[in-house]
T-cell receptor, first 115, second 112 residues
Framework: DAGVTQSPTHLIKTRGQQVTLRCSPK?????VSWYQQALGQGPQFIFQ???????QRGNFPDRFSGHQFPNYSSELNVNALLLGDSALYLC??????????????FGPGTRLLVL | AQRVTQPEKLLSVFKGAPVELKCNYS??????LFWYVQYSRQRLQLLLR??SRESIKGFTADLNKGETSFHLKKPFAQEEDSAMYYC??????????????FGQGTILTVHP
């Protein structure tokens, strides 16, 4: 099992553009969370997807949206990019809640640079 | 609002010395407490989970609910412990369910 995988690894965009980041969860996991990690900061929770719906959301504007597919993979979309959106975007997955194993496992991240 | 404070951004010790990385949290409800670690050029990974009460790589952490602290300790630091460490409460219910709240992290450097 490769664990959580993310693509692409790096991305350069310009202000105003839109971007889509992708995540495949660890085998056996059905819940996907997205985090933004700015330089020198800890990761900040963006949102979480479960059963193809957004279950929980952090303090991020509506420009940040997501999707989860029937195979549990997920996408993060950011519209109207701002310079401040430059960050490492982390995806994490966990097993179904209630199994006692809700530890979140992280992917390697996608580094986004907005110019 | 949930808040996690890791007061030391940088911590340096010598090999064999004890190390303590501090974490204080302000959180509604009863969160579950985690420590995550990121070694150089590696992904963020779980180091310790309070509910498991496991000692991983010699690290332990005691939850003090009165002081709302979850300090990470190791009696004898090794060079391979050099990494970034994050304390992260995990929401177990309500509006915090499923959400990790990370501190700013502490960079630990263990000198030979």
């Amino acid at each position: 099992d490769a664990g959580v995988t993310q693509s692409p690894t790096h991305l350069i965009k310009t202000r105003g553009q839109q971007v889509t980041l992708r995540c495949s969860p660890k085998s056996g996991h059905d819940t996907v969370s997205w985090y933004q990690q700015a330089l020198g900061q800890g990761p900040q929770f963006i949102f979480q997807y479960y059963e193809e719906e957004e279950r929980q959301r952090g303090n991020f504007p509506d420009r940040f949206s997501g999707h989860q597919f029937p195979n549990y993979s997920s996408e993060l979309n950011v519209n109207a990019l701002l310079l401040g959106d430059s960050a490492l975007y982390l995806c994490a997955s966990n097993r179904p809640a209630g199994t006692g194993k809700e530890t979140q496992y992280f992917g390697p991240g996608t580094r986004l640079l907005v110019l | 609002a949930q808040r996690v404070t890791q007061p030391e951004k940088l911590l340096s010790v010598f090999k064999g010395a004890p190390v303590e990385l501090k974490c204080n949290y302000s959180y509604s409800g009863s969160p579950e407490l985690f420590w995550y670690v990121q070694y150089s050029r590696q992904r963020l990974q779980l180091l310790l989970r309070h509910i498991s009460r496991e000692s991983i790589k010699g690290f332990t952490a005691d939850l003090n609910k009165g002081e709302t602290s979850f300090h990470l300790k190791k009696p004898f630091a090794q060079e391979e412990d050099s990494a970034m460490y994050y304390c992260a409460p995990y929401g177990a219910g309500g509006t915090s369910y499923g959400k990790l709240t990370f501190g700013q992290g502490t960079i630990l450097t263990v000198h030979p």
